[in-house]
């Protein structure tokens, strides 16, 4: 069901030599055999296609899976974050405050645990149709949203309604210590769908247009990334307000493709207990984008038509701005921020 706006918002086929029919030139003198007929040529076999690449990552894959949306802490109180790194997407999300909250896509990885898992937004409910159906994963969310997640183009695996896939994670204190066992929650989704083209392409990076970058930050009112390229590990090492952005699993948040997406963003209807807009972050339409990618910064266009629609990228020049294989962060950006 479409989420109701809140604001205004060859082979060719195989070549077979037929045999060649007898003359009557060619017919043999009495008394003569006749000459042997040339064998029939054997069907040439068709060509075999290259494997594609899975379409979150362009990394190879032995078959589509489904997709588990996971909504994710992403302040100094819930780290390190479990999980993310198994991640295909991750999409950085502005919310109340001036901070940002993750929302992770799992399909080709799926990791045991994933968390701290928080509660859901708004915004979530306009990204999550481009992949069809997908489980979603959160901790609730407040009274006055609920009857829009249950319209959403999703399966709702929160911890209300699947409370036995979520435990508290020792250690951590609440609410950042809420966790869920990932296979449990899919458990509860069988129809999820499986990954499927969001628009996204892989592979060599344009041969212009790219600027030579050590670092790049996009800001949020009250809250900051850094990604900052290592030429060792082929890799965009993430850090969050100054500090280098850990994984619970050990090392550093890091993405080969990081693309800042620059979004219209508005109050939405919805606010917290301080009174505290939440920001409803507009994913269709056009607009342009940043493109990190080999060390490279690329400016870029993005479109998608509509909310079941994948996001396409290109160049300035209009061909397609190809990911490097791998995880892509997508930070959800605006140059006119909501003031919370």
């Given at each position: 069901?479409?989420?109701p706006r809140?604001?205004?918002?060859?082979?060719?086929?195989?070549?077979?030599?037929?045999?060649?029919?007898?003359?009557?030139?060619?017919?043999?003198?009495?008394?003569?055999?006749?000459?042997?007929?040339?064998?029939?040529?054997?069907?040439?076999?068709e060509?075999?296609?290259e494997?594609?690449?899975?379409?979150?990552?362009?990394?190879?894959y032995d078959e589509l899976r489904?997709?588990?949306?996971?909504?994710?802490?992403?302040?100094?109180?819930g780290?390190?974050?479990m999980?993310?790194?198994?991640?295909?997407?991750?999409?950085v999300?502005?919310?109340e405050a001036?901070?940002?909250?993750l929302?992770?896509i799992?399909?080709?990885?799926?990791?045991?645990k994933?968390?701290?898992v928080?509660?859901?937004?708004?915004s979530?409910?306009?990204?999550a149709?481009?992949?069809?159906k997908?489980?979603?994963s959160?901790s609730?969310a407040?009274?006055?949203?609920?009857?829009f997640?249950?319209?959403?183009?999703?399966?709702?695996?929160?911890d209300?309604?699947?409370?036995?896939?979520?435990?508290?994670?020792?250690?951590r204190?609440a609410?950042y210590?809420?966790?869920?066992?990932?296979?449990?929650?899919?458990?509860?989704?069988?129809?999820?769908?499986?990954?499927?083209?969001?628009g996204?392409?892989?592979?060599?990076?344009?041969?212009?247009?790219?600027?030579e970058?050590?670092?790049?930050?996009?800001?949020?009112p009250?809250?900051?990334?850094?990604?900052?390229?290592?030429?060792?590990?082929?890799?965009?090492m993430?850090w969050?307000?100054?500090?280098k952005?850990?994984a619970?699993?050990?090392?550093?948040?890091?993405?080969?493709?990081?693309?800042i997406?620059?979004?219209?963003t508005e109050?939405?209807?919805?606010h917290?207990?301080?009174s505290?807009?939440?920001p409803?972050?507009?994913?269709?339409?056009?607009?342009?984008?940043?493109?990190l990618?080999?060390?490279k910064?690329?400016?870029?266009?993005?479109e998608?038509?509509?909310?079941?629609?994948?996001?396409?990228?290109?160049?300035?020049?209009g061909?397609?701005m190809?990911?490097?294989?791998g995880?892509?962060?997508?930070?959800?950006?605006?140059?006119?921020?909501?003031?919370?």
């Open positions: 069901m479409q989420l809140m604001i205004t918002v060859t082979l060719a086929g195989a070549a077979v030599l037929l045999p060649m029919a007898a003359c009557s030139s060619n017919e043999p003198a009495p008394g003569k055999a006749a000459a042997p007929q040339a064998a029939t040529a054997a069907p040439s076999e060509p075999t296609e494997p594609k690449g899975h379409p979150f990552t362009g990394k190879p489904p997709v588990l949306a996971v909504k994710i802490e992403n302040t100094a109180a780290k390190p974050q999980g993310l790194k198994s991640a295909d997407i991750v999409y999300e502005q919310v001036g901070l940002t909250r929302m992770a799992f399909s080709s990885k799926l990791p045991p994933v968390g701290p928080r509660s859901a937004r708004i979530d409910l306009h990204i149709p481009q992949f069809g997908p489980a979603f959160y609730g407040q009274t006055k949203m609920l009857p997640i249950a319209q959403a183009s999703l399966f709702d695996v929160g209300t309604r699947n409370p036995g896939a979520y435990f508290r994670q020792p250690g204190f609410p210590n809420l966790f869920a066992n990932t296979k449990e929650l899919l458990t509860k989704a069988p129809k999820a769908s499986k990954a499927k083209d969001i996204f392409t892989f592979g060599e990076a344009p041969a212009e247009g790219g600027v970058r050590k670092s790049y930050t996009v800001k949020w009250a809250a900051r990334l850094t990604f900052a390229w290592s030429e060792e590990k082929k890799q965009w993430i969050q307000d100054g500090k952005d850990m619970a699993e050990g090392g550093q948040q890091s993405a080969p493709t990081v693309v997406q620059y979004t219209k109050r939405s209807e919805f917290d207990k301080n505290s807009y939440t409803l972050v507009h994913t269709t339409g056009k607009g342009s984008a940043i493109v990618r080999d060390g910064a690329f400016k870029a266009r993005w998608r038509e509509s909310e079941k629609s994948g996001t396409t990228f290109t160049t300035e020049s061909e397609p190809n990911f490097a294989p995880q892509v962060w997508v930070a959800l950006a605006s140059r006119k921020p909501v003031i919370p």
